[in-house]
């Protein structure tokens, strides 16, 4: 029985090529998993969780495909669920900061892994920052719009000899991102100014804002307005 996934999980899917081990951490009922491996037979995953809830849903979904001998459900916190012949690795649903501490606690354990996407709801620009300072070149960036919400997709492949550093401005919308941006992008961006613009007042209006914080905040809209400005 196929498993129809949403648009954001289905775009996060199609970057796993078939007949790799992947893990999928915080696997919101193994769907992903699931749908792989009932298109892939030559494809196994490991669906992570760490609480009993999680998993119990998750081992539930598996048993209802009849996909024990393809996808192994484990309770564990993080990349301590994973073995040394994953080669892709799937972390979605949380924030960037959350996906970024993961990764850097589970260094060890993706000495293999070739390719990581990421779903961040928030915070991407962290997980860049990750990717960035450990030898991963972002190769796509897929913004999805799914009932009033933006998602970001972010996918990195290994590679020892990065010399691609992004600067301040591409970490924080996204280097893929600003050479092809889309109306979604642009959608964001509008969105994300005015939420800005309306903490800036606030700041302002507060007795004791921080200086730094503020002027940062600052950058930002004068970065996005340059985006704007520039496509329009």
């Keep these: 029985m196929e498993i129809i996934l949403s ?34 037979p030559t494809s196994s995953a490991i669906a992570g969780e760490v609480k009993e809830g ?16 393809q996808i192994d459900v484990r309770l564990g916190d993080g990349l301590d669920v994973i073995d040394h012949d994953v080669t892709h690795l799937i972390i979605a649903g949380m924030g960037g900061s959350l996906i970024a501490s993961i990764l850097e606690r589970g260094k060890e354990q993706i000495a293999s892994v070739k390719q990581i996407i990421v779903q961040p709801n928030v915070g ?3 997980v860049r920052k990750w990717f960035d300072t450990n030898n991963f070149i972002l190769t796509d960036e897929v913004m999805v719009e799914e009932k009033g919400h933006i998602y970001e997709v972010l996918v990195a492949t290994k590679d020892r000899s990065n010399k691609h550093t992004m600067d301040a401005k591409e970490i924080f919308f996204g280097p893929v991102f600003l050479q092809n941006k889309s109306h979604v992008f642009m959608k964001k961006w509008q969105r994300e100014l005015g939420h800005l613009q309306q903490i800036i007042q606030q700041m302002k209006q ?20 340059e985006e704007l400005n520039h496509e329009s």
Excluded: M, Y
Excluded at 14 to 19: D, E, L, Q
Excluded at 54 to 69: F, I, K, R
Excluded at 210 to 220: A, E, S, Y
């Design 206 to 225: 507060s007795k004791n804002p921080d200086p730094t914080q503020l002027n940062q905040f600052r950058q930002h809209v004068l970065w996005i307005e």
């Design 54 to 69: 999680p998993l119990t849903s998750a081992q539930q979904t598996v048993d209802a495909h009849q996909l024990n001998h």
């Design 7 to 40: 648009k954001r999980l289905e775009t996060i899917a199609s970057f796993i090529p078939k007949g790799v081990k992947f893990a999928d951490i915080g696997s919101d009922h193994a769907l992903i998993p699931c749908a792989i491996c009932i298109k892939d």
């Design 124 to 126: 991407s620009n962290h």
